[in-house]
């Protein structure tokens, strides 16, 4: 039988090694998996690399992994946000690699990853400091950057509904990178707020299909207000 | 002081030339305000690239919900018919051109339509991107909302870009607080003027040479 939940989010990460890339899910307030984050701080790995949007926000989160000196390097397309001062910090003191990325290549590069995908001329970027040193084609009379897809050891990504077999739904704008980390990553290790049985969730709208998951953990459900929010 | 358009009236602007049934992107910042002056007899899909179409305006105070935000990290509401995507096809609807138009904010755009607003170039500024670079290049059409001039006074249309780029060749019209000015082909077609303010004087303040 297939059985991918976990009892506890320390048993989830507990095999998360030194030096591995781990994708973290989220946007803002939405689809932040802190209590994975917090399990894997309280892991102990290091050295680590970490693809999310931002570069850790307030004090929580990711930015409490950053906190912590456990990261090496980040890919992302917007640290530098009001509540982003962990990362500022280690920022300034060369103790952080930044990989910068616009937003949409760094979805297509994970989206990518997982669905096998070499590399691929992109649009976005062509022209910029962000693509100087890049390979570039003219398409059709478009100008393209070729980029390169975003594998990870491990993901992190919180949904709302899952089953034993890994199937996930997510909550509005919480999905945000959610699916893509799913299919990037060698293990994938998702939070849920519900567990249902197989074939509890609509198989119409089942959003990650269970074989990208690896493990799941059932969690209480909590409201995250930190994240960059700018009134 | 010479004439000049309020943000507000900026932003209604704009909304005038949102026809029914188009699908546009709001920039954060100074395009946000178009939203709120979307007359009530068009309907307009908002796209905002954390993964909505159909947005809607902000919740009433105590009705926020932190899982439905917009991409200035705010929480919003859902129209009827509204949906949700992950970040991959949301920018894979901007890059593929399916969003009729995208309003953005500016530090500089050049007589060709190249855009700069993303980075000051500043050496000890901690570079930031997000979506900028897909949205400038992505939709249909890239209009800019802009001061007309920096606080320094200088103009924000010029003619080659000083700033680092966002995207080349992207941007066909600029609504600044002064003037609606389309760029084709290289040529800055003024299509109006604040009340109040001559040509001549208009095109004092502006660092590219203007068509009437």
């Known amino acids: ?231 | 002081m010479t004439a000049r358009w309020t943000r507000d009236q900026m932003a209604a602007r704009v909304a005038r030339e949102i026809a029914d049934g188009m699908v546009v992107n709001l920039g954060i910042g100074l395009p946000t305000l178009v939203a709120n002056h979307l007359p009530a007899d068009r309907e307009v899909l908002l796209h905002s690239e954390n993964g909505v179409l159909g947005m809607g305006p902000a919740p009433a105070p105590g009705q926020e919900d932190y899982d439905l935000i917009n991409a200035g990290k705010q929480p919003v509401t859902l129209k009827a018919g509204g949906c949700f995507f992950h970040h991959a096809d949301s920018f894979a609807m901007m890059r593929g051109g399916h969003l009729d138009l995208c309003v953005l904010g500016a530090f500089q755009v050049a007589a060709n339509g190249d855009l700069a607003n993303w980075h000051t170039g500043a050496p000890d500024a901690i570079p930031a991107v997000g979506g900028a670079m897909d949205l400038a290049i992505g939709a249909k059409n890239t209009w800019v909302m802009m001061e007309h001039v920096t606080k320094g006074g200088e103009s924000k249309l010029v003619p080659a870009l000083t700033y680092p780029v966002t995207g080349l060749a992207c941007v066909s019209r600029v609504i600044t607080d002064l003037a609606v000015i389309d760029l084709v082909n290289g040529a800055a077609k003024v299509i109006e003027i604040v009340e109040g303010l001559r040509f001549e004087e208009l095109q004092a303040r502006t660092a590219i040479a203007l068509q009437r």
């Open chain 1, 1 to 231: 039988m297939i059985n991918k939940l976990m009892d506890s989010l320390a048993a989830a990460v507990a095999d998360v090694k030194d030096g591995s890339t781990v994708m973290v899910g989220g946007f803002g307030t939405a689809g932040l998996p802190n209590e994975l984050t917090d399990a894997l701080i309280a892991q102990g790995a290091r050295e680590l690399t970490i693809v999310n949007n931002n570069a850790g926000n307030g004090d929580t989160g990711l930015a409490a992994l950053l906190a912590a000196g456990r990261v090496r390097k980040i890919v992302c397309s917007f640290p530098r946000q009001a509540d982003s001062h962990h990362f500022d910090r280690l920022y300034r003191a060369g103790q952080i690699e930044l990989e910068l990325v616009p937003q949409g290549n760094l979805a297509e590069r994970i989206r990518a990853a997982g669905a096998g995908i070499g590399a691929f001329f992109t649009p976005t970027g062509y022209g910029t400091d962000l693509a100087k040193g890049k390979e570039t084609r003219t398409i059709d009379g478009r100008n393209y950057v070729l980029e390169y897809p975003i594998h990870a050891d491990v993901a992190l990504i919180k949904a709302e509904v899952g089953d034993r077999l890994g199937n996930l739904t997510y909550r509005m704008t919480a999905r945000n990178f959610g699916p893509i980390m799913a299919a990037a990553a060698k293990m994938t290790i998702a939070t849920v707020h519900k567990v249902v049985e197989p074939g509890g969730i609509d198989p119409e709208i089942v959003v990650t299909p269970g074989l990208y998951v690896k493990r799941l953990v059932l969690i209480e459900r909590a409201v995250t207000t930190a994240g960059g929010f700018k009134a």
